[in-house]
């Protein structure tokens, strides 16, 4: 807990617990910025991917020639030009053998699994000549039936994407523990329910894109436009390439979003590189829309089958789930991550004497998928809460209460909850659960939600209020590094492993930074994602950057003024604590006459004193949180309309509430987006039906109301020196939930699907 | 996502624009607005080989009153419409209507006369039209010639302009006295293209009773459908919830709106439903808000 | 080909393009001016907005021929200075109203124009002049409120300067 002279030094500085305005800001806001689109490099050329038009296909035959005589057209490259017709390209986490088996090579051999997979690439001298030269190549697909729902991948006689493999799953996982049979023996109720969420994924704004350039004399390429984990890529590339790992250098640049799909290895993050050394020229790449809804990561589409037991007092006694996650056509870099994910988080923030997940990954013939946003919680929070209120409706009992009687209590940390994530027990860190529904119920007057509930809405609309409580995890990939350096002018470097994905991470790192070393805000630059000038980092992902790169910055900086104090304290014959360090030098603190300077305290080491640091943590740290929702449902057009959403939400510990804040805003307009509108459909032959803005619905502002926000630090992470468990995710985490249970409410009849489309709805209210 | 390859002419005059469509009919395109006609080129799903690019004619674009009518040029941005002081006094459901067209950046681009031309069966403007009886002027090389709304909309996207003819302007009578008009549309989110919607005009008499009502909807089928059954109905009847409800029913009865992954045709024609009845709704209040 | 000129942000830009190219990409290829973002390509984002004669429009809807001897306005043109913000962009950076920035620049074009037209919005009015422009990372909350605390500033300015 800070002390009230941490909190004035933090004003002062600008450190952990303000909101100074963002270092990121300045070019983003006068259109300076360089996401990779904007970036040029001399002679460079330009990179068009031709993609399969079908869902599954076989095909003998690319017919180049065409395309190679067209206007401007450099090179087209298939998959004989690749080395050993191409790698598989390995998964980055969550190894599991069977997956091994589904993997993607950068170029289709023979075989298309999705409507979108990359057949070649012709090179050119504009974006619009290659595209030109696309029209010109020649395939022979021959159509194959496709597989696309995930329970007819499992059924017998399923069209199989892997006929040597004779199944469809990908990876099957069963977690459990207690006496299943006793608790549904013991019930008074037993519910049986299936749910299922849809296909919708991240989406950032800003699609994909490369820049790769090969240097002969080096024999290295530099690849700019990296993000989210450019030393894991540089690795995986390397090893794609057959080069040692100091001839790739990765650049990130400005980044237009990640949210879990951006920054992963694909297919493209080989083939641009390849084609840049083959043809010894800069080759620039941008996916456009249509591709990116084809092409990038889709996520979400779940399908559960589960039995609740409970006690007719609402005790929960058991809950078992088995589920099917549709991993598209490949196991991409995530491995079995997100129904990992789902498996090992569906209990969520209530005690379950027994338990038993259990997932098959299947693969279909439709887009691979990787995580987004509280990927795999997204799905099971609505699961569970729908359970949860589902049983309170039964029993007659108070969905709150009968939440709060389940709850995890304080006592009981660390909580071990039975479950296992990539072979790792979860063990809740810390948390106050029953401390925050309090809290929250207050600070959002749920009594008066409820009122409002009761009261009659205009003409036909029907009022109901829903809510759904999280359990989240953040900080995977275990360690980070921070370099910090500081120079004789006072000015002060950080340079981190973690990456930018437009979250805000250079403020936050500066903010730890100036509390821990005790110089302003002001004076620190956060340096970022090239793989050469940091030599090491686990990137932004998992809500990771603010936890583990901001516990290698505190590391960094206490060590580096510990150095400077303690050389101080010799000269100036004073304790070091006693001292005082401003960007002028060290100073006796009520003495400033007597003091060090920078440049005398530097001089041993050449002018720039630099301190290094490895966080090393390989457990999770778990916030918390409530979603409530208040809507008005429209009978007779399905409009949902949300008239009020809240969130209450346990980070452990804040360093900047305004950037907080703008995470939780964000992730919510994602969960709204999740539950109401976006929805990646396919027709019965595959052929995506949502390969455009016009059918992918993006949430506008008139779709997203403001959101109240609660933040609270009552549990911070005892596993984090910071206290911070990252927060990145929670505004999207329980968004169906808490709809999906507002819903219910006002038609009284229990949701069962996402998205609540005005189809859905309408069918409901006429049930 | 680059547009193909085409010709490009710019005419500066009506019959210079006249001249090229003469002169390569079916294998060109009109450019007016672009707002519904680049998306497509972009995708390369529209590849005109020639684009005659009609938006340096001053003379077509223009909101005139004639005789009592309304003349808008086909040139004519939607912000324009949507800001005229003369369509919001005389004919308020055309300003209530651009109002659902789009966002703000497409209607200070998109044109009267380029949106219906395209026709598509979801647009706002044939439906306001299709109520307010609207003529469509037309010329060619060939001549001159004038068609109500009925027979310039022929099918989804199509309408019956032949590929030598280019829209003029757009005429719309006077509304009556005792007229009272609403536009109701849903789409799923803020400026998209409805899911359902109405376009209803009603003449009230002394009485209270409708004289008269013209309802046309929109996403109903592959032009603006008027519902002829429903407007019959309602002549000499006090507006009232019955009323209504029996109007919007008889509306929809044998409409087949096309299913899509937004909406099935079941969902669409309840909608529609709800949307005549709520046009009906508002518009009988209008009315009865003036006597 | 054909040539063109057009003036961006006051200045005169010549070139000599296919009728093809769009406008979004003549500003920022030949012009070089890459604060005009492309994000869809199809007139729904709204990241390419830029003015045309003052007004916003979707520079990916519109060939570079079609602006010849027109006056574009891009976000680069807003700050009076290198040193200094529109009182717009200050405002946005105060309120957080950005994150990863892909978005920021099209929103500025139409809210610079928004405010010129309604110099003292209701915040309703504020959300529903931007729904023309997506945000994937800010859930719009900020950027209203940005918007909202432009405006008063616009105002006093004005005020004062009357």
Redesign the interface.
């Known amino acids: 807990m800070s002390t009230s002279t941490d909190t004035i030094i933090a004003l002062v500085l600008h450190g952990i617990g303000t909101?100074p305005?963002?270092k990121?800001?300045?070019p983003?806001?006068?259109?300076?910025?360089?996401?990779v689109?904007?970036f040029k490099r001399p002679g460079m050329v330009h990179a068009f991917v031709a993609r399969s038009p079908f869902a599954h296909a076989r095909f003998t035959r690319i017919t180049t020639a065409a395309a190679l005589a067209a206007p401007g057209v450099i090179d087209v490259i298939t998959v004989a030009d690749l080395p050993d017709r191409g790698h598989l390209i390995p998964t980055r986490q969550f190894h599991d053998e069977g997956s091994r088996r589904f993997l993607q090579r950068p170029l289709a051999d023979g075989v298309v699994r999705y409507s979108g997979e990359p057949v070649a690439v012709v090179i050119a001298e504009s974006r619009?000549l290659a595209e030109d030269a696309a029209e010109l190549l020649d395939v022979d697909y021959e159509q194959l039936p496709p597989v696309l729902d995930p329970d007819e991948a499992v059924a017998t006689g399923a069209v199989l994407l892997r006929p040597e493999t004779g199944t469809n799953v990908a990876g099957h996982l069963v977690v459990e523990m207690g006496d299943l049979e006793k608790a549904f023996a013991d019930a008074d109720l037993v519910i049986d329910e299936e749910f299922r969420i849809q296909r919708h994924a991240a989406?950032?704004?800003?699609?994909r894109g490369l820049l790769a350039e090969y240097d002969p004399r080096r024999n290295s390429v530099t690849v700019w436009g990296a993000a989210k984990i450019p030393h894991v890529n540089k690795k995986i590339l390397a090893r794609l390439l057959g080069w040692d790992e100091e001839q790739v250098r990765l650049i990130e640049l400005?980044?237009?979003?990640g949210?879990g799909a951006r920054g992963e290895f694909y297919p493209e993050d080989f083939l641009i590189p390849f084609a840049a050394i083959r043809i010894g020229k800069p080759v620039a790449w941008v996916e456009?829309?249509e591709e990116n809804l084809r092409a990038t990561n889709h996520s979400r589409e779940q399908v559960h089958r589960c039995r609740l037991a409970v006690k007719k007092d609402g005790t929960f006694l058991a809950l078992r789930d088995t589920f099917l996650n549709n991993t598209g056509a490949y196991v991409r870099t995530h491995g079995m991550t997100v129904p990992g994910l789902s498996v090992s988080m569906l209990p969520g923030p209530y005690r379950w004497p027994a338990y038993r997940g259990e997932y098959r990954s299947v693969v279909t013939n439709k887009t691979p998928g990787g995580t987004y946003r509280s990927p795999g919680r997204f799905e099971i929070n609505f699961v569970r809460e729908r359970l949860v209120d589902i049983a309170a409706h039964r029993l007659g009992l108070d969905p709150v209460e009968v939440r709060r009687m389940n709850l995890i209590g304080r006592e009981s940390f660390p909580y071990v909850v039975g479950t296992l994530y990539d072979g790792h027990p979860v063990i809740y860190d810390s948390g106050d659960y029953r401390l925050l529904l309090d809290k929250a119920l207050k600070a959002f007057d749920w009594e008066r939600m409820k009122a409002w509930r009761m009261e009659p809405a205009a003409g036909a609309l029907k009022r109901g209020v829903g809510i759904g409580y999280f359990v989240e995890k953040a900080g995977p990939a275990e360690r980070e590094y921070a370099r910090i350096e500081l120079n004789e002018k006072g000015d002060v470097f950080v340079y981190t492993g973690s990456v930018s994905?437009?979250?805000?991470v250079e403020t936050v790192l500066a903010q730890v930074c100036a509390s821990h070393l005790g110089l302003p805000y002001e004076r620190i630059t956060v340096l970022h994602g090239d793989t050469e000038t940091i030599p090491e980092g686990m990137g932004a992902f998992g809500s990771r950057a603010t936890m583990l790169g901001g516990a290698a910055v505190m590391g960094a900086s206490k060590a580096l003024r510990e150095q400077l104090l303690d050389a101080a304290a010799q000269e100036l014959e004073a304790a070091p604590a006693d001292l005082v360090l401003t960007p002028e030098g060290v100073s006796v603190a009520g003495a400033p006459s007597r003091m060090v300077p920078l440049s005398t305290l530097l001089k041993p080491h050449g002018g720039v004193l630099k301190v290094e640091d490895r966080f090393v943590c390989d457990l999770l740290g778990f916030p918390y949180g409530i979603h409530f929702a208040a809507v008005e449902v429209d009978p007779k057009s399905g409009a949902v309309h949300v008239r009020r959403f809240a969130v209450a939400y346990d980070v452990g510990r804040v360093v900047n509430p305004?950037?907080m804040?703008?995470q939780?805003?964000?992730?919510?307009?994602?969960g709204i987006g999740g539950t109401l509108l976006e929805e990646f459909s396919f027709d019965s032959s595959g052929q995506p039906l949502a390969a455009?803005?016009?059918d992918y619905l993006?949430p506008?502002?008139?779709e997203?109301p403001?959101?109240d926000m609660l933040v609270t630090e009552d549990a911070p992470s005892p596993l984090n020196p910071l206290g911070v468990k990252g927060a990145g995710e929670g505004?999207t985490a329980a968004v169906g939930a808490a709809i999906g249970n507002a819903v219910s409410d006002a038609l009284g009849v229990e949701v069962t699907r996402l998205p609540l489309s005005p189809q859905r709805v309408m069918e409901l209210a006429g049930a | 996502?680059?547009?193909?390859?085409?010709?490009?002419d710019?005419p500066a005059t009506l019959d210079a624009a006249l001249d090229l469509l003469a002169r390569y009919g079916d294998e060109c395109k009109v450019?007016a607005g672009?707002?519904s006609l680049?998306?497509l080129m972009?995708?390369r799903l529209a590849r005109p080989g020639r684009?005659i690019?009609i938006?340096g004619i001053d003379s077509l674009a223009g909101i005139k009153l004639e005789g009592g009518s309304l003349s808008i040029g086909a040139m004519t941005r939607h912000?324009d419409v949507e800001r005229s002081e003369e369509v919001a006094h005389g004919w308020p459901l055309l300003a209530e209507a651009i109002g659902w067209v789009?966002?703000?950046?497409?209607r200070?681009?998109g044109t009267v006369g380029g949106s219906v031309a395209h026709a598509d069966p979801a647009a706002e403007l044939p439906a306001a039209l299709a109520v307010l009886d609207a003529k469509f002027h037309i010329r060619s090389k060939r001549g001159a010639r004038t068609v109500g709304w009925d027979q310039f909309f022929v099918a989804e996207f199509t309408t019956s302009l032949a590929p030598d003819e280019l829209l003029i302007s757009i005429e719309v009578p006077p509304i009556e006295a005792g007229t009272a008009t609403a536009f109701v549309e849903y789409a799923r989110?803020?400026?998209d293209f409805a899911l359902g919607g109405a376009a209803v005009m009603v003449k009230v008499a002394r009485d209270g009773s409708c004289e008269k009502a013209s309802i046309a909807l929109l996403s109903a089928g592959p032009t603006p459908v008027r519902a002829r059954n429903a407007e019959a109905m309602l002549a000499g009847k006090t507006l009232d919830e019955a009323v209504i409800g029996a109007a919007a029913d008889e509306a929809v009865r044998d409409l087949h709106p096309t299913s899509d992954i937004h909406g099935s045709s079941e969902y669409r024609v309840k909608l529609l439903r709800t949307m005549t009845e709520r046009g009906l709704r508002k518009a009988a209040k209008r009315a009865a808000g003036r006597t | 080909m054909?040539k063109v000129a057009i003036e961006i942000n006051g200045k005169l830009v010549e070139g000599e393009v296919?009728?093809?190219?769009?406008l979004a990409?003549f500003i920022?290829d030949q012009a070089g001016?890459?604060?005009?973002?492309?994000?869809?390509?199809?007139?729904?984002?709204?990241?390419c907005?830029v003015q045309?004669d003052g007004?916003?429009?979707?520079s990916?809807?519109?060939?570079t021929?079609?602006a010849n001897g027109h006056r574009i306005a891009?976000?680069?043109g807003?700050?009076p200075s290198a040193h200094e913000?529109h009182t717009l962009?200050q405002a946005?950076?105060?309120s957080?109203a950005?994150?990863?920035?892909?978005?920021?620049?099209g929103i500025?074009m139409?809210m610079e124009a928004?405010l010129r037209d309604e110099p003292n919005p209701t915040p309703a009015a504020i959300?529903?002049?931007?729904?023309?422009?997506?945000?994937?990372?800010?859930?719009?909350?900020?950027?209203?409120k940005a918007v909202g605390v432009a405006a008063e500033r616009m105002r006093k300015e004005a005020g004062s300067v009357s």
Not at chain 1, 203 to 207: A, G, H, K
Not at chain 1, 501 to 504: E, I, K, P, T
Request: contains cysteine; aromatic residues 8%.
């Open positions: 909101s305005l963002r990121e800001d300045w983003l806001v006068r259109g300076e910025g360089t996401f689109a904007d619009y989406v950032p704004l800003e699609t400005h980044v237009g979003g949210f456009d829309r994905v437009g979250q805000g305004m950037l804040e703008g939780i805003s964000g992730g919510f307009a994602q455009s803005f016009m993006l506008t502002s008139e997203v403001d959101v505004g | 996502m680059k547009p193909a390859l085409f010709e490009y710019d450019l672009g707002q680049v998306p972009n995708f684009l690019d938006n912000v789009g966002h703000g950046q497409i200070n681009r989110r803020h400026g | 054909r296919e009728p093809r190219l769009l990409d920022r001016l890459t604060g005009t973002h492309l994000g869809c390509e199809h007139g729904v984002c709204g990241a907005t045309l007004r916003p429009v979707r990916c809807l519109m060939f021929v079609q891009t976000v680069e807003m700050a913000l962009q946005f950076h105060e957080h950005l994150q990863c920035g892909f978005c920021t620049p500025l139409t928004f959300r529903s002049a931007l729904a023309g422009n997506l945000c994937r990372c800010t859930g719009y909350q900020n950027i209203v």
